[in-house]
């Protein structure tokens, strides 16, 4: 019996040279060692980004990126790479990028990626392409070299613009931020990132949907909703082919709005409805303008005129981008008008408790009318109908 138990361990033995790498019996996978070489690979190439070292970085394979993000100050840049496919001498890797602004990032972008790679001679891999992954998000170094200019409270990241469009941006900014600070009492970071593309199918690639949804929306701010309790890298990403149309003053109101949804971001979630998250945004957007309400809401105070007042607040799907142009912009204002009457007859300083008391909830249901009890002392019904008589009063 003990002979032939060790026969039988010579037999296992040997089937595990023949089935198995050269490594060993439980060693690892060719697929395995592929994905550790090119997990070293871009570790060794994020690391000569970041510490800005051409020379090691084009040792890594194309240099395009690099050239690309010269000018764009990085904290930190990093791959995970999910999976790699080896076909012969070349390979695909799956990889979630990660990387922060110097300064402006407390949370890292996230973002999947595609890389391509080649042996070389000496038989080490070499990137070749690194690419959006499916469904994912272009950044903005995908569409060409990208040019920066710093403000006082915020950085522009520009694609094919003029060095003197960038810097009116970071004036912009510099307004923005301020204006926000003074009318949001919550902790913010008190910074924003720009980031400039050279067209609406720019703006449309960075948000990884078609060119139609955004047409004539002069920006719109990207970020994490939902009350994590982290910062997250809020982007707010330009249309500039809608925002070049806007006078001075439409220029400012738009890029404090969107400033406001980066100050409010952790006190934002799915309990907030739209017509309050845009409507404060536009509310600290247009504050000390001197617009008045039929200035404002051209759009709305027509409605009004016309003997077309709106019975309810604004529903969430009114402010869908793809539909009826004169309905999004009568949901803007309407959520607007709301929160100036807030700030008109209970204040300024109750118009923000209540914003975070609604977000405090973790669903819709009840949140805003818990709020509204609790911080204005009034209901939804109330509430809707004071709406309703002040839009008279104010556009009629």
């Known amino acids: 019996m003990a002979g032939r138990g060790r026969v039988r361990g010579a037999v296992v033995a040997a089937l595990c040279v023949l089935l198995v790498s ?166 913010w970071s008190g910074r924003v990132v720009v980031l400039v593309p050279d067209s609406l199918d720019g703006m449309a690639g960075l948000l990884g949907s078609p060119a139609s949804a955004y047409r004539g929306i002069a920006a719109v701010t990207t970020g994490e909703v939902g009350g994590s309790g982290r910062a997250p890298a809020d982007r707010v990403i330009v249309n500039p082919d809608a925002y070049g149309i806007l006078g001075p003053v439409g220029k400012q109101v738009v890029l404090t709005h969107e400033t406001t949804h980066v100050a409010t971001r952790a006190h934002t979630g799915a309990a907030t409805p739209l017509w309050l998250s845009e409507g404060y945004a536009d509310w600290i957007g247009y504050r000390g303008t001197g617009r008045t309400p039929a ?57 923000g408790a209540f914003y975070r008391a609604v977000g405090e909830h973790r669903q819709r249901a009840g949140a805003v009318e818990d709020a509204l009890e609790r911080v204005l002392g009034t209901s939804p019904e109330e509430f809707t109908g004071q709406w309703r008589e002040y839009l008279r009063a104010q556009l009629s």
Do not use: N
Request: with cysteine.
């Open 22 to 187: 050269p490594s060993g019996c439980g060693g690892p996978a060719a697929g395995d060692s592929a994905r550790a070489e090119v997990q070293h690979l871009l570790d060794r190439r994020a690391e000569a980004l970041v510490d800005r070292d051409a020379s090691a970085y084009r040792e890594t394979g194309s240099a395009v990126a690099y050239e690309r993000l010269r000018a764009v100050p990085l904290a930190d840049w990093s791959y995970d790479v999910t999976g790699v496919r080896r076909d012969g001498d070349t390979a695909t890797a799956d990889a979630e990028l990660r990387y922060r602004l110097t300064g402006y990032d407390a949370a890292p972008v996230t973002a999947g990626r595609i890389l391509r790679l080649a042996r070389d001679p000496d038989g080490d891999w070499r990137v070749v392409s690194d690419r959006p992954a499916r469904k994912s998000a272009q950044q903005l170094w995908d569409q060409g070299a990208v040019d920066v200019v710093r403000g006082r409270y915020g950085i522009v990241l520009g694609v094919g613009r003029s060095r003197e469009s960038l810097r009116d941006f970071a004036a912009l900014a510099d307004h923005a931020v301020p204006a926000v600070s003074d009318a949001w009492r919550g902790r």
């Open 295 to 351: 200035q404002a809401a051209p759009e709305l105070a027509r409605a009004v005129t016309e003997g077309r007042l709106p019975g309810e607040l604004p529903a969430d799907g009114d402010f869908g981008f793809d539909g009826d142009s004169a309905a999004l912009a009568r949901a803007y204002e309407g959520g607007w008008l709301a929160c100036r009457m807030i700030a008109e007859r209970w204040g300024e300083a109750r118009l």
